[in-house]
């Protein structure tokens, strides 16, 4: 397997993971509204799903932008270089490990807080039972 194909299959995945926690986070989100209570306030752990949930909207929010702002950062850098070089901006360049970092350092964040999110959730069902 080369690794171009390597990365394209981790950013399907990724993909995945993200399309499908969004929907899952929507859902938890939902669920939590039927534990209102009358004074329409929330549980204590129904409150930290929820903002658990706001977080985990947020930092998928800003993986996504961090990764735009940073590779468009580099890359007009290397446009810059190319043009200067050789009076073009065509041509490869070799996209450096470190543009990549923090918007996994997001992603892995976010999905660690939708968790967080399910196990309040998931608390809050128990302790009903």
Not at 41 to 52: G, N
Not at 72 to 91: I, M, Q, Y
Request: with cysteine; glycine share 4%.
């Amino acid at each position: 397997m080369k690794i171009a194909e390597c990365w394209q299959q981790y950013w399907e995945r990724t993909k995945v993971v993200t399309d499908q926690s969004r929907k899952l986070g929507l859902v938890v989100g939902a669920a939590c509204w039927f534990f209102k209570t009358p004074e329409g306030s929330f549980p204590p752990y129904i409150l930290r799903a929820l903002v658990s949930l706001v977080a985990f909207f947020f930092l998928d929010l800003l993986q996504f932008f961090v990764a735009a702002a940073l590779l468009r950062w580099w890359t007009r850098r290397e446009e810059t270089t190319l043009w200067k070089t050789k009076g073009t901006v065509e041509g490869d360049v070799e996209k450096p490990w470190w543009l990549d970092k923090p918007p996994f350092v997001f992603f892995v964040v976010k999905i660690f807080a939708f968790l967080v999110s399910f196990a309040f959730l998931s608390a809050e069902f128990i302790k009903r039972l």
